[in-house]
């Protein structure tokens, strides 16, 4: 699942060493390079066992092996669509399935807006494995020896595996995102959610090292390698969430009515050159136009301003040079943080008019304002 990556929020293309394979779910599909690599070993891995079972294959054994790596694959692919379908049910946009050496991910813009969502996004992943797996198991048993029972019987493994590794409570597995849910539902803090699941996936990280350093020990040699692997990804990964989680908890001291640039409010009919004396006495950085009952229906735009002419000014009214408020462009003013972002994202503009509870106008807060507060807080 994707951080909450700044504004403005821009669809990723095809990354760098991924190929796109094709649609889940409506969803794009694509394959790191690196799974070749690992799909080649699996093969590798796979041919003396394959020969055991049915002796007399050659090389074909290898093939059988890839075989098994690509119903692998597929079993990870069916774990990360199920992610991608509960979040489209949510009404989030899912941007692509990756498919990589260590299994799959699944991009999703935005975050979860309650624990529920965050739940049942993150669950269906490891509820689908076990199941794949279970079925899996109950085929191996009415399965004959060989080669099907074989690919069988790794399917199961796999599938069993992948479903109740990934329910370990860290972050950045499922399970940590189950964790996350539980510590935000109780707390009703998605921030300390996070930081609870992500040191939970450290703590993780570093019981993986110990269980790579007793391996060792044990005189294993792939293990171990494995495994020092599986540890540094779990450890970015949980990192990665702290980090977005600072970013996010950061966010949330920027204030919309704090940015709100002073703004005086004119009846839209009122001629332009007393509008732009009463601003300068007032000192406003902007005029917003309202109805004769104090709603704002249009913003004064300085470029406009400046290009009438100073001898006109008096003869034309201010609502000439106001543009119209679209949608989305009128905020609460007590909106902030990652809500005030999301907003901006939804409805790109350079400035919003803030509009208190009674409906009167607040202010103005220019695009600029935020970015500029969203650095500051960083
Ligand atoms: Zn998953």
Redo the contacts with the bound molecule.
């Keep these: 699942m994707s951080g909450p990556d700044l504004p403005p929020a821009r669809p990723a293309p095809a990354p760098r060493g991924m190929i796109r394979i094709g649609r889940i779910a409506g969803t794009e599909v694509h394959v790191s390079t690196s799974w070749f690599l690992i799909a080649a070993l699996i093969a590798y891995l796979m041919g003396p066992r394959v020969d055991q079972v049915q002796p007399g294959l050659g090389g074909w054994k290898y093939v059988v092996g890839l075989a098994f790596a690509i119903a692998l694959y597929l079993a990870v692919l069916l774990?990360?669509a199920?992610?991608a379908v509960a979040a489209r049910r949510y009404g989030f946009h899912v941007h692509s399935i990756t498919l990589h050496f260590l299994?799959?991910?699944?991009a999703i813009e935005g975050e979860a807006k309650r624990p529920r969502q965050e739940f049942w996004i993150?669950v269906?992943?490891?509820i689908t494995?076990l199941l794949v797996g279970a079925a899996a198991l109950g085929l191996w048993f009415v399965t004959p020896p060989g080669l099907l029972r074989l690919v069988v019987e790794g399917l199961a493994g796999a599938n069993l595996i992948?479903g109740v590794l990934?329910l370990v409570p860290g972050l950045p597995?499922?399970g940590g995102?189950v964790l996350k849910a539980g510590v935000w539902a109780a707390t009703g803090r998605v921030h300390t959610g996070t930081v609870v699941a992500a040191w939970g996936g450290r703590v993780t990280a570093v019981l993986v090292v110990l269980w790579a350093v007793w391996s060792a020990g044990a005189g294993s040699v792939v293990n171990p390698v494995l495994l020092c692997v599986v540890a540094v990804f779990l450890w970015t990964g949980a990192t990665q969430s702290l980090h977005s989680a600072k970013v996010v908890g950061r966010l949330s001291a920027v204030v919309a009515s704090d940015l709100a640039r002073r703004t005086l409010a004119v009846p839209d009919d009122l001629p332009l050159a007393e509008a732009v004396r009463r601003a300068q006495e007032a000192r406003a950085g902007s005029i917003v136009t309202i109805t004769s009952d104090g709603r704002p229906i249009g913003v004064v735009d300085e470029q406009a301003v400046k290009a009438m002419p100073e001898d006109r000014r008096p003869w034309v009214p201010v609502s000439m040079v106001a543009r119209g408020l679209d949608d989305g462009v009128t905020l609460p003013a007590s909106i902030t943080g990652s809500q005030l972002v999301e907003a901006i994202r939804r409805t790109p503009a350079s400035e919003y008019v803030l509009v208190a509870d009674d409906g009167s106008v607040f202010g103005v807060l220019a695009t600029a304002d935020v970015a500029r507060a969203i650095r500051q807080a960083g």
């Design positions: 774990h990360e199920s992610h299994g799959g991910a699944t993150a269906v992943g490891p494995s992948i990934n597995l499922d995102r």
